[in-house]
């Protein structure tokens, strides 16, 4: 079945650059295009930078997952890419563009420390993405893309909470 991703928001675009940004990512995002992979399998090939793709992967909707048996243990789950491919309808104002590849290709130090600020932002229950907007001095695009970027992040509607494990 073909699945295509239809990238209309400026802002979606970060999870497919962040998803090819290290080598490791781009050889686990090859392995689960060809066929469905445990983590286990993933985390012996490629260690925890291997792991921490697979869960990238999956908050940013970029892969499905089934319970797979495997010969004398417990089920484990598996993973494939979700879509075969992309289709970018690309036609951003320059500073929406801007932002998002900024937020993109900031540095992961960089992006620690914004996230921070952001988590700090929201507390536990969450808060109105303009307001947080407001308060760290970025533009709204720029903070989609940032919590896009983010796997400790999400977005409700209009409101920013921590991620659900």
Do not use: C
């Not at 540095?107 to 109105?128: H, L, M, N, P, T």
């Amino acid at each position: 079945m073909n699945r295509i991703k239809v990238i209309n928001e400026p802002s979606e675009l970060v999870p497919m650059l962040r998803a090819v940004d290290t080598l490791v990512k781009r050889e686990v995002l090859k392995e689960v295009t060809l066929e469905w992979r445990t983590s286990k399998e993933i985390e012996e090939k490629y260690g925890a930078e291997g792991r921490d793709a697979i869960t990238f992967f999956e908050k940013m909707k970029l892969v499905e997952s089934r319970w797979q048996s495997t010969e004398g243990s417990f089920p484990e789950k598996a993973y494939h890419t979700y879509y075969t491919s992309f289709h970018i309808n690309a036609q951003w104002p320059v500073y929406e563009i801007s932002d998002v590849l900024s937020a993109a290709m900031m540095s992961e130090e960089d992006f620690a420390e914004i996230e921070g600020r952001i988590i700090e932002a929201v507390g536990d229950r969450g808060k109105f993405s303009g307001d947080v907007a407001e308060a760290l001095g970025v533009t709204s695009t720029m903070l989609r893309s940032l919590v896009r970027r983010s796997v400790k992040l999400d977005y409700r509607g209009h409101r920013i909470e921590l991620s659900k494990d």
